[in-house]
Protein backbone atom coordinates (compact mmCIF):
# COMPACT_ATOMS: atom_id res chain seq x y z
CA UNK A 1 0.00 0.00 0.00
CA UNK A 2 1.70 3.48 -0.88
CA UNK A 3 0.24 6.69 1.29
CA UNK A 4 -1.61 8.88 -0.94
CA UNK A 5 0.85 11.96 -0.80
CA UNK A 6 -0.65 14.02 -3.25
CA UNK A 7 -4.07 15.58 -3.94
CA UNK A 8 -5.07 13.52 -6.52
CA UNK A 9 -4.13 10.43 -4.77
CA UNK A 10 -5.93 11.33 -1.38
CA UNK A 11 -9.23 12.33 -3.58
CA UNK A 12 -8.71 8.98 -5.27
CA UNK A 13 -8.50 7.46 -1.82
CA UNK A 14 -11.25 8.86 -0.52
CA UNK A 15 -13.56 8.22 -3.21
CA UNK A 16 -12.72 4.82 -2.22
CA UNK A 17 -13.59 4.82 1.11
CA UNK A 18 -17.32 6.20 -0.10
CA UNK A 19 -17.85 3.75 -2.31
CA UNK A 20 -17.14 1.33 0.05
CA UNK A 21 -19.52 3.01 2.32
CA UNK A 22 -22.05 3.31 -0.17
CA UNK A 23 -21.79 -0.62 -0.70
CA UNK A 24 -22.04 -1.71 3.20
CA UNK A 25 -25.07 0.35 3.59
CA UNK A 26 -26.93 -1.33 0.48
CA UNK A 27 -25.19 -5.19 1.07
CA UNK A 28 -23.70 -5.33 3.74
CA UNK A 29 -20.12 -6.87 4.32
CA UNK A 30 -20.45 -8.95 1.18
CA UNK A 31 -21.31 -6.12 -1.01
CA UNK A 32 -17.97 -5.12 -0.32
CA UNK A 33 -15.13 -6.56 -2.71
CA UNK A 34 -12.31 -5.16 -4.57
CA UNK A 35 -13.58 -5.62 -8.10
CA UNK A 36 -17.34 -3.63 -7.04
CA UNK A 37 -15.58 -0.90 -4.80
CA UNK A 38 -13.19 0.29 -7.90
CA UNK A 39 -16.57 -0.21 -10.54
CA UNK A 40 -18.23 2.25 -7.53
CA UNK A 41 -15.97 4.66 -7.11
CA UNK A 42 -15.03 4.27 -10.94
CA UNK A 43 -11.12 3.52 -10.81
CA UNK A 44 -9.20 0.98 -11.62
CA UNK A 45 -9.28 -2.30 -10.10
CA UNK A 46 -5.39 -1.98 -8.92
CA UNK A 47 -6.43 0.93 -6.75
CA UNK A 48 -8.08 -0.79 -4.11
CA UNK A 49 -4.77 -2.53 -2.98
CA UNK A 50 -2.76 0.12 -4.22
CA UNK A 51 -4.05 2.48 -1.32
CA UNK A 52 -5.29 0.46 1.06
CA UNK A 53 -3.15 -2.86 3.35
CA UNK A 54 -6.08 -5.18 2.46
CA UNK A 55 -9.78 -5.39 1.94
CA UNK A 56 -10.24 -5.39 5.92
CA UNK A 57 -8.06 -1.95 6.12
CA UNK A 58 -10.71 -0.60 3.40
CA UNK A 59 -13.66 -1.74 5.08
CA UNK A 60 -12.40 -0.65 8.47
CA UNK A 61 -11.92 3.07 6.97
CA UNK A 62 -15.45 2.76 5.16
CA UNK A 63 -16.92 1.63 8.52
CA UNK A 64 -15.63 4.71 10.38
CA UNK A 65 -16.23 6.80 7.53
CA UNK A 66 -19.97 5.84 7.59
CA UNK A 67 -20.00 6.10 11.72
CA UNK A 68 -18.28 9.71 11.46
CA UNK A 69 -20.72 10.98 9.45
CA UNK A 70 -23.77 10.10 11.68
CA UNK A 71 -22.02 11.42 14.30
CA UNK A 72 -21.84 14.45 12.48
CA UNK A 73 -25.18 14.59 11.52
CA UNK A 74 -26.17 13.78 15.76
CA UNK A 75 -24.09 16.69 16.65
CA UNK A 76 -25.74 19.46 13.94
CA UNK A 77 -28.96 18.72 15.28
CA UNK A 78 -27.86 18.93 19.33
CA UNK A 79 -26.80 21.94 18.39
CA UNK A 80 -30.18 23.19 17.66
CA UNK A 81 -31.48 22.05 21.27
CA UNK A 82 -32.05 24.21 23.93
CA UNK A 83 -31.45 23.81 27.38
CA UNK A 84 -34.15 23.39 29.49
CA UNK A 85 -35.35 20.88 32.05
CA UNK A 86 -37.50 18.19 30.15
CA UNK A 87 -39.22 15.30 31.89
CA UNK A 88 -38.38 11.33 30.75
CA UNK A 89 -40.55 11.39 28.04
CA UNK A 90 -39.53 14.49 26.26
CA UNK A 91 -35.71 13.34 26.85
CA UNK A 92 -36.16 9.85 25.51
CA UNK A 93 -37.84 11.25 22.48
CA UNK A 94 -35.08 13.50 22.16
CA UNK A 95 -32.39 10.49 22.49
CA UNK A 96 -34.45 7.93 20.30
CA UNK A 97 -34.54 10.30 17.65
CA UNK A 98 -31.39 10.72 17.98
CA UNK A 99 -29.86 6.84 17.53
CA UNK A 100 -32.59 5.57 15.95
CA UNK A 101 -34.73 7.71 13.46
CA UNK A 102 -37.89 9.99 13.98
CA UNK A 103 -41.42 8.74 13.19
CA UNK A 104 -41.80 7.65 9.93
CA UNK A 105 -38.53 6.67 9.14
CA UNK A 106 -37.71 5.68 5.45
CA UNK A 107 -36.23 2.67 4.03
CA UNK A 108 -33.13 4.51 3.31
CA UNK A 109 -32.97 5.27 7.44
CA UNK A 110 -33.92 1.79 8.29
CA UNK A 111 -30.91 0.36 6.51
CA UNK A 112 -28.74 2.99 7.56
CA UNK A 113 -29.61 1.31 11.32
CA UNK A 114 -29.08 -2.44 10.14
CA UNK A 115 -26.08 -1.19 8.31
CA UNK A 116 -25.07 0.45 12.17
CA UNK A 117 -25.52 -3.00 14.25
CA UNK A 118 -24.14 -5.44 11.51
CA UNK A 119 -20.84 -3.20 11.84
CA UNK A 120 -20.92 -3.35 15.49
CA UNK A 121 -21.52 -7.15 15.39
CA UNK A 122 -18.95 -7.73 13.00
CA UNK A 123 -16.63 -5.43 14.83
CA UNK A 124 -16.41 -8.77 17.48
CA UNK A 125 -14.31 -10.64 15.17
CA UNK A 126 -11.99 -7.86 12.98
CA UNK A 127 -9.32 -6.29 15.19
CA UNK A 128 -9.35 -3.72 12.68
CA UNK A 129 -12.81 -2.80 12.95
CA UNK A 130 -13.03 -3.05 17.01
CA UNK A 131 -10.92 0.08 17.21
CA UNK A 132 -12.66 1.89 15.03
CA UNK A 133 -15.59 1.08 16.51
CA UNK A 134 -14.50 2.04 20.17
CA UNK A 135 -13.53 4.86 18.97
CA UNK A 136 -17.59 6.23 17.71
CA UNK A 137 -18.42 4.69 20.90
CA UNK A 138 -16.69 6.88 22.89
CA UNK A 139 -17.95 10.42 20.59
CA UNK A 140 -21.29 8.76 20.80
CA UNK A 141 -21.26 8.80 24.55
CA UNK A 142 -19.79 12.10 24.66
CA UNK A 143 -22.72 13.60 22.65
CA UNK A 144 -25.47 11.56 24.62
CA UNK A 145 -23.73 13.37 27.68
CA UNK A 146 -24.79 16.36 25.87
CA UNK A 147 -27.86 15.67 25.45
CA UNK A 148 -28.51 14.46 28.77
CA UNK A 149 -26.91 18.03 29.95
CA UNK A 150 -28.81 20.46 28.20
CA UNK A 151 -32.31 18.22 29.52
CA UNK A 152 -31.11 19.28 33.03
CA UNK A 153 -30.23 15.80 33.63
CA UNK A 154 -27.32 14.14 35.76
CA UNK A 155 -24.35 12.28 33.93
CA UNK A 156 -22.45 9.48 34.78
CA UNK A 157 -20.08 7.54 32.62
CA UNK A 158 -21.02 3.90 33.56
CA UNK A 159 -24.84 4.33 33.29
CA UNK A 160 -23.86 6.12 29.68
CA UNK A 161 -22.98 3.00 28.54
CA UNK A 162 -26.17 1.14 30.33
CA UNK A 163 -28.07 4.03 28.38
CA UNK A 164 -26.58 2.98 24.78
CA UNK A 165 -26.93 -0.83 25.63
CA UNK A 166 -31.02 -0.13 26.67
CA UNK A 167 -31.40 1.33 23.11
CA UNK A 168 -29.15 -0.62 21.17
CA UNK A 169 -30.69 -4.31 22.74
CA UNK A 170 -33.87 -2.76 22.03
CA UNK A 171 -33.64 -2.20 18.22
CA UNK A 172 -31.82 -5.84 17.45
CA UNK A 173 -34.05 -7.28 19.07
CA UNK A 174 -37.28 -5.03 16.88
CA UNK A 175 -35.30 -5.84 13.40
CA UNK A 176 -35.80 -9.62 13.79
CA UNK A 177 -39.53 -9.00 14.59
CA UNK A 178 -42.15 -9.35 11.28
CA UNK A 179 -43.13 -6.25 11.56
CA UNK A 180 -40.09 -4.44 12.71
CA UNK A 181 -40.73 -1.21 14.90
CA UNK A 182 -37.59 -0.12 16.34
CA UNK A 183 -38.12 3.34 17.45
CA UNK A 184 -41.56 2.33 19.33
CA UNK A 185 -39.83 -0.64 20.98
CA UNK A 186 -36.45 1.64 21.95
CA UNK A 187 -38.32 4.33 23.56
CA UNK A 188 -40.63 2.28 25.54
CA UNK A 189 -37.62 0.57 26.90
CA UNK A 190 -35.76 3.21 28.12
CA UNK A 191 -38.39 5.22 29.11
CA UNK A 192 -38.83 2.65 32.06
CA UNK A 193 -34.99 3.28 33.07
CA UNK A 194 -34.45 7.03 31.97
CA UNK A 195 -34.79 8.59 35.41
CA UNK A 196 -32.51 5.74 36.80
CA UNK A 197 -29.82 5.97 34.38
CA UNK A 198 -30.19 10.14 34.34
CA UNK A 199 -31.82 11.11 37.26
CA UNK A 200 -32.80 15.26 36.96
CA UNK A 201 -30.63 17.37 38.33
CA UNK A 202 -31.67 18.19 41.95
CA UNK A 203 -33.01 21.95 42.24
CA UNK A 204 -31.88 23.89 44.93
CA UNK A 205 -34.30 24.59 48.20
CA UNK A 206 -36.03 27.66 48.11
CA UNK A 207 -35.98 28.66 52.12
CA UNK A 208 -39.77 29.92 52.37
CA UNK A 209 -39.99 34.08 52.96
CA UNK A 210 -40.91 34.70 56.30
CA UNK A 211 -44.71 37.17 56.22
CA UNK A 212 -44.21 40.71 56.85
CA UNK A 213 -45.42 42.03 60.30
CA UNK A 214 -48.04 44.52 59.95
CA UNK A 215 -47.46 47.73 61.46
CA UNK A 216 -48.54 48.29 64.88
CA UNK A 217 -48.95 44.67 65.79
CA UNK A 218 -46.12 42.83 68.06
CA UNK A 219 -46.04 38.86 67.81
CA UNK A 220 -46.32 37.43 70.89
CA UNK A 221 -44.63 33.72 72.16
CA UNK A 222 -47.12 30.72 72.78
Given at each position: ????T??K??????A?????????????F??????S?A????L???????Y?E????L?A????F????????????I????H?R????A?V????D???????T?E??????I???E??????RH??L??V?L?L?????????D?????DRMV??D???????????A????????D??????A?????EL??????????P?I???????Q??R???L?
Amino acid sequence: MITATTPKGERRRQALVAAAAELLLEGGFDAVRHRSVATRADLPLASTTYYFESLEDLIARAVEFSGTAELEAMRHRIGEVTHRRRGAEATVELIVDLMVGTEGTDEFARGRLIARYERSVASARHPELREVQLRLRVQLEDLLADVLRRSDRMVRTDQLRRLVAVVDGAVVAALAESDPQPRRTARAALLELIDVIAPPVPQPMIAPQAMPQQPGRQRTLD
